[in-house]
């Protein structure tokens, strides 16, 4: 074990009977290998603790990389998730728009047309508006309440990106919070 061969353990034992003596041997050789034991036993405890710190802090290596890595998915997610009604909702608006222009191009073209109609009737001396003016007059009320139809709807549309704008920034802030008493902990 330490270099020591057969003839040094000889020479360790004749010195060790001349010094102790026979009636004193006995007891030196119990006392000196409860010694060995329990320094062995102490190395083995030193090693075992060692060994188990060393797998603790590896442990919580890949806990943290875990956790990071969970952090960024949902984060991920969220921001997929909060960019959906944003989609939605700038669909929804740009068909909004082109319903709006489309129905506002029809009902300027149709008003032009019932304004040469009504001032050719006017010159004519007849009062009486045509029928296809009533139906225009008609339209054009409808057009105006689908206007105002489609401005609450961007107001909605609006209202609801803020909602979904301050949610997200709430759970941002409630994953840092925690995060960050994680890693205070």
């Known amino acids: 074990m330490f270099g020591v061969g057969i003839f040094e353990i000889l020479v360790i034992l004749i010195v060790a009977v001349i010094f102790l003596g026979p009636d004193k041997l006995p007891q030196a050789a119990v006392d000196i290998a409860k010694f060995m034991r329990a320094l062995r036993k102490t190395i083995n405890d030193a090693k075992e603790t060692f060994d188990n710190e060393v797998r603790l802090s590896e442990l919580k290596k890949e ?35 082109e319903v709006d222009s489309s129905t506002s191009k029809n009902v300027d073209s149709q008003k032009t047309e019932s304004q040469k109609t009504e001032s050719i009737e006017a010159q004519n001396g007849e009062i009486q508006k045509s029928p296809e003016t009533l139906a225009l007059e008609s339209l054009n009320f409808q057009s105006e309440a689908i ?22 920034n709430d759970k941002n802030l409630s994953a840092q919070n925690t995060q960050d008493s994680n890693n205070k902990a």
Request: aromatic share 2%; charged share 35%.
């Open 63 to 97: 806990a943290l990389s875990y956790k990071e890595t969970l952090t960024k998915d949902i984060t991920q997610s969220v921001d997929s998730l909060t960019s959906i009604p944003k989609d939605l909702t700038n669909e929804i608006t740009k068909s909004l728009d």
């Open 147 to 168: 206007d105002k139809e489609i401005a609450e709807l961007n107001k909605q549309a609006q209202q609801e990106n803020e909602e979904n704008e301050t949610n997200h």
